[in-house]
């Protein structure tokens, strides 16, 4: 393939309504992406550098016991799929 030296030789004139250069403001991109991706960023606040994050033994129970019945929730539907697909013999 050989370069052109020339850079008018290589421009694009159908790309010039492919690029936006048209002002936009920040807040609506934001709120685009909040309609589009269900994601709204002002629910989630930023933790502090000195923020604690302990937690009780019950809480972590608890969360455990519900990581277990996902877990288990989930290994069922995979395995009733599983077993459903395959041929008998």
């Known amino acids: ?4 030296d020339n850079e008018e030789e290589d421009y ?13 403001n ?7 992406i909040r309609q589009i991706t269900g994601y709204d960023k002002r629910r989630y606040r930023p933790e502090d550098e000195g923020e604690c ?11 455990e016991s519900r990581s277990l ?10 395995l009733k799929n599983f077993c ?3 041929p008998r013999f």
């Open 1 to 4: 393939m050989i370069e052109s």
């Open 26 to 32: 920040p807040a609506s991109i934001s709120a685009m």
């Open 53 to 63: 994050m302990e937690t009780s033994a019950y809480d972590q129970m608890r969360e």
């Open 69 to 78: 019945r996902i877990g288990i929730s989930k290994l069922y539907f995979w």
């Open 12 to 24: 694009d004139s159908e790309m010039d309504d492919f690029i936006d250069d048209s002002e936009c």
């Open 84 to 86: 459903l697909s395959m």
